[in-house]
């Protein structure tokens, strides 16, 4: 099952406060604008390099971004175990309807 995060990314964030491309971004991460455009949309988690690159690049504290990945984090858990609710709920209807 796959959950999106429907909240704007850190680095799409970032990449607005300064005005950039994600390109721009991209170069002084020095990574590809591939891998950054798979960043921004959140279906790749970075590397701790490309933390710390983070960091020096937008002068941005570890607290800040820590805070990011913990939302993060607890609202897809919290998705996921609504969704396990759900799909068990509907096992038990269709197993009452059987008997």
């Not at 590809?32 to 690049?57: D, I, N, Q, R």
């Not at 984090?73 to 209807?93: D, G, Q, V």
């Amino acid at each position: 099952m796959k959950i999106k995060y429907n909240k704007p990314t850190l680095f799409e964030d970032l990449r607005y406060e300064l005005r950039l491309t994600g390109k721009e971004v991209a170069e002084k991460l020095e990574i590809t604008p591939s891998a950054y455009c798979h960043l921004e949309k959140g279906s790749t988690w970075p590397s701790f390099a490309t933390l710390l690159k983070t960091m020096e690049v937008f002068d941005v504290s570890f607290e800040r971004i820590a805070e990011y990945y913990r939302e993060r984090e607890a609202y897809i858990t919290r998705a996921a175990t609504r969704a396990n609710s759900r799909t068990r709920r509907k096992k038990r209807r269709t197993i009452r309807k059987v008997q």
